[in-house]
């Protein structure tokens, strides 16, 4: 396994949209392990294969809660070509954050359940119904495949000012 480098803001390879992943090979195979081990490390609950510099219609997500005995237990979830087929009316709202936006933290508002179709690393596919944090975090994490950030969400006073913040920051770490 490998860590691998997270994308932050601005780089513009966040605005591409992922193309499909056609075979599960050993590549991808490899591509999903060093996406855990970067997610669990940052750490993140959620990994789109782009904020690894991958443009690949690929997600990882652990949701596990930590035991009583405050034992990491380990739920890994892998999401191949994954789709909305719907979404529900009702709207529900999450304080969100994003590993290629440090430190930021804003609420959204989402579908609360939506139902996704997704092929698994053995290249069976899935459908099923997410609701609460998973609606949330599947939604925040397809929308990176397209592209889509959370802070595109909010209003353009909140976002000019976040991007601004990530620009600045990156010139002076190019000085
Ligand atoms: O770690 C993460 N936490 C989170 C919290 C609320 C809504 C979405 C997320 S996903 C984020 C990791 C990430 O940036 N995934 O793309
Ligand atoms: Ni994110």
Known sequence: MALKEIIILP?????????PVEKITPEIRKLVDDMFETMYD????GLAAIQVAEP?????????????????????????????????????????????????????????????????LDGKLH????????????????DHLNGVLFIDYLSKLKRDRVN????KAAKRAAE
């Open 127 to 142: 459908e099923e119904d997410a609701e609460g944090l998973f609606a949330t975090c599947i939604q925040h994490e397809i």
């Open 42 to 45: 940052a750490p993140g609950i």
């Open 56 to 120: 690949l219609r690929l997600i990882t997500m652990d949701l596990a809660k930590k035991s009583e005995d405050g034992e990491t237990n380990r739920e890994p979830r892998v999401f191949i070509n994954p789709e909305i087929l719907s979404s529900s009316e009702e709207l529900s709202t999450y304080e969100e954050g994003c590993l290629s936006i440090p430190e930021y933290y804003e609420e959204v508002e989402r579908p609360a359940r939506v139902r996704v179709r997704y092929t698994d």
């Open 164 to 167: 601004k913040k990530f620009e």
């Open 11 to 19: 780089d513009k390879r966040l605005r591409l949209v992922s193309k």
